[in-house]
T-cell receptor, first 117, second 112 residues
Framework: DVKVTQSSRYLVKRTGEKVFLECVQD?????MFWYRQDPGLGLRLIYF???????EKGDIPEGYSVSREKKERFSLILESASTNQTSMYLC????????????????FGEGSRLTVL | SQKIEQNSEALNIQEGKTATLTCNYT??????LQWYRQDPGRGPVFLLL?????KEKRKERLKVTFDTTLKQSLFHITASQPADSATYLC???????????FGAGTRLFVKA
């Protein structure tokens, strides 16, 4: 069974702490994504990566960085956590492609709920 | 800017009835549209994709329509069951890139 695994389901951190959220996929996917999900706002893209060591900013990259040293692993880093980064963080992966039969289906992890006090 | 709108109000229906959820988009001409299901505290799970040249797609009790003129997709669950209670998300590929954009989702409650 295909899988995207996020290292922590629940985290509580203090303001100013450095936070690492890890994501591993076992599907040999090229593309990986980090979203955050907040009530009423839906999923918003923070960063994505289309290859090892390659990354691009999403819609809300401020306060975040990412690392992709290996194809299967994509890490989200909060350099100095703030209370407005309290959220559900979702990692996803997919393979690129055009036309049928590629669906662009995103495979998500279970999420990491981060609380910053 | 590109926008997706889903009804933010929860939808409450009786078991056995058909649930219909709406997804509207603006400033888009997407090649396809996706629907995902999300249970509380879990990640979204892909359900269906419909392409721009398809009017309708079915999968078991699910039916999706895609009207590119109205810029709207309808998601139907027939013979609904309490186990169908979840949040349903509409998603579109952003023009020119790898990114997928999501609506905020509609919460569905199916009462026994």
């Amino acid at each position: 069974d295909v899988k995207v695994t996020q290292s922590s389901r629940y985290l509580v951190k203090r303001t100013g702490e450095k936070v690492f959220l890890e994501c591993v996929q076992d599907m040999d996917h090229e593309n990986m994504f980090w979203y955050r999900q907040d009530p009423g706002l839906g999923l918003r893209l923070i960063y994505f990566s289309y290859d090892v060591k390659m990354k691009e900013k999403g819609d809300i990259p401020e306060g975040y960085s990412v690392s992709r040293e290996k194809k299967e692993r994509f890490s989200l880093i909060l350099e100095s956590a703030s209370t407005n980064q309290t959220s559900m963080y979702l990692c996803a992966s997919t393979n690129p492609g055009t036309g049928a039969p590629n669906t662009g289906e995103l495979f998500f992890g279970e999420g990491s709920r981060l609380t910053v006090l | 800017s590109q926008k997706i709108e889903q009804n933010s109000e929860a939808l409450n229906i009786q078991e056995g009835k058909t649930a219909t959820l709406t997804c509207n988009y603006t400033n888009y001409s997407p090649a396809y549209l996706q629907w995902y299901r999300q249970d509380p505290g879990r990640g979204p799970v892909f359900l269906l994709l419909i392409r721009e040249n398809e009017k309708e797609k079915r999968k078991e009790r699910l039916k999706v329509t895609f009207d590119t003129t109205l810029k709207q997709s309808l998601f139907h669950i027939t013979a609904s069951q309490p186990a169908d209670s979840a949040t349903y998300l509409c998603a579109l590929p952003r023009t020119g890139g790898f990114k997928t954009i999501f609506g905020a989702g509609t919460r569905l409650f199916v009462k026994a």
